[in-house]
């Protein structure tokens, strides 16, 4: 069955256990599309994406928490009153 395969390198689970760094070099940091018998089974992703990608999903969830909340009657605040 055809895959799609979301990276520009891949590599295969060997290549992968051989040289583990060599293959993410390869990648010149990018994400790497690892294929167990020429199917993707994960992707390994530099730190930076990684770290994008948490802040987006933390991103989607407090748009939720904004959606929800957006018809909420709302309460004039003083700050220092807070501080007290």
């Known amino acids: 069955m055809p895959s799609i ?6 590599a295969s689970i060997t ?7 060599a293959t993410m070099r390869a990648a010149d940091g990018a994400t790497v599309a690892i294929l167990n ?3 993707p ?3 390994c992703v530099p730190p930076h994406i990684y770290e994008y990608l948490m802040e987006l999903a933390d991103d989607v969830e407090l748009a ?3 959606e929800e909340r957006k018809d909420e009657k709302s309460y004039p605040v003083d700050l220092a009153d807070l501080l007290k």
Do not use: D, G, Q
């Not at 395969?5 to 891949?10: A, K, P, R």
């Open 5 to 10: 395969i979301l990276s520009n390198t891949v």
């Open 37 to 39: 018998r020429n199917e």
């Open 41 to 43: 089974a994960f992707y």
């Open 64 to 66: 939720k928490i904004i």
């Open 15 to 21: 290549e992968l256990k051989t040289n583990p760094m």
